[in-house]
């Protein structure tokens, strides 16, 4: 708290630059490219954590039978620079953790691009495949150079924006001003006792625009899958087992607890979002690992870092350990119809 209070500073005068900037793009001195086809953004005011990866797999999901779909990121983590369109053999060094886990998932369903200067990347993705009906932009809700026309933010149900302070301070990439922006609002990682009345509450603290929708979105689990093709693992197999979790997201908390309460014991091991892991930290994990007493133990990684481990210099310790990933999924209380019909409706219409 008080490293908080000596960084307030830094954050006024960083919230000044920044609302500066919006203000040009509400005036237009700053222009924002429109698009003739419908562009989703999702994205959140904070750094990260709230579960955006997963919604725009969620979103993936619900067009790609119906509609020409495709997803553009920045592929943050990447070595490689520029535009470039993934393919069966992109890996997640090339195109970043995010789109290699779209890849690995939809595979051939849609079509997938990173790149850093967008309106050009989706003009390339227009032209490379006319037939495109819509482009999901991930992690898109400050790259105001493109003018989306739904607007989909995302906030962490333990870590609203609301209860935030800009950076460094905080959290914040923006003023919590900058949820005017936002078409729809998506609060994430809710508990699963979630009520009327906790919805109400929060409704309120949002104090939104009359046009604004809200929605309450939670995680849940798969079965645990093998990095090595092992039989996938269920919740009641884990019950006497102790985990090693390894995490390399903003945010490892709600996977924390979630196994925690399945399994006999969990160990974090926490590095940067978005890392990429090296030999000698697979030397670490594998230290820890070993630590481990039981003769009954895994070591568990989310779906984003397995990305990160299929790598050729990874995969003879990959090989040695026991490594599983864990599979997320998105589900909204009492909402997902009329969540849905926004989105299909968007792009039906346009």
């Known amino acids: 708290m008080q490293l908080r209070i000596l960084l307030l500073p830094f954050s006024i005068i960083y919230g000044l630059i920044i609302r500066f900037r919006n203000l040009f793009f509400d005036l237009g001195f700053f222009s924002s490219k429109s698009f003739s086809f419908p562009v989703i953004t999702v994205g959140n005011l904070s750094t990260g954590g709230t579960g955006k990866t997963p919604h725009v797999a969620y979103l993936i999901n619900l067009l790609r039978d119906r509609f020409q779909v495709a997803t553009l990121s920045r592929g943050y983590g990447r070595s490689t620079s520029g535009f470039i369109i993934?393919?069966?053999?992109?890996?997640?060094k090339q195109i970043g953790d995010e789109p290699m886990l779209y890849m690995h998932r939809f595979s051939k369903s849609i079509l997938i691009g990173v790149g850093e200067k967008r309106v050009e990347a989706i003009e390339k993705m227009k032209e490379f495949q006319p037939q495109l009906q819509t482009i999901i932009l991930d992690d898109a809700y400050q790259h105001r150079f493109v003018k989306a026309g739904l607007t989909i933010l995302l906030t962490e149900y333990n870590h609203p924006f609301f209860s935030d302070y800009l950076l460094p301070a905080?959290?914040?990439?923006?003023?919590?001003?900058?949820?005017?922006?936002?078409?729809?609002?998506?609060?994430?990682?809710?508990?699963?006792?979630?009520?009327?009345?906790?919805?109400?509450?929060?409704?309120?603290?949002?104090?939104?625009g009359s046009k604004q929708q809200l929605y309450f979105s939670g995680f849940k689990?798969?079965?645990?899958?093998?990095?090595?093709?092992?039989?996938?693992?269920?919740?009641?197999?884990?019950?006497?087992?102790?985990?090693?979790?390894?995490s390399g997201i903003a945010n490892p908390e709600h996977i924390y607890y979630y196994l925690k309460g399945i399994c006999s014991k969990v160990y974090l091991l926490s590095f940067a979002d978005h890392y990429q892991y090296k030999v000698g930290d697979m030397q670490f994990i594998e230290k820890n690992f070993n630590t481990i007493a039981s003769s009954k133990k895994i070591i568990v990684t989310t779906e984003k870092d397995a990305m990160r481990f299929h790598d050729e210099d990874l995969s003879p310790m990959i090989n040695q350990l026991p490594f599983y990933y864990l599979p997320i999924e998105v589900y909204f209380f009492n909402e997902s119809i009329n969540f849905n019909q926004t989105i299909l409706n968007y792009v039906a219409k346009n």
């Open 86 to 92: 993934a393919d069966m053999n992109s890996n997640a």
């Open 170 to 208: 905080g959290n914040l990439r923006e003023p919590t001003s900058g949820k005017k922006r936002a078409d729809v609002i998506v609060v994430t990682k809710c508990p699963e006792d979630l009520n009327n009345e906790m919805r109400l509450a929060y409704k309120n603290k949002m104090q939104l």
């Open 221 to 246: 689990y798969g079965n645990l899958i093998s990095l090595k093709n092992n039989p996938a693992l269920t919740e009641s197999d884990l019950k006497d087992f102790e985990v090693l979790l390894v």
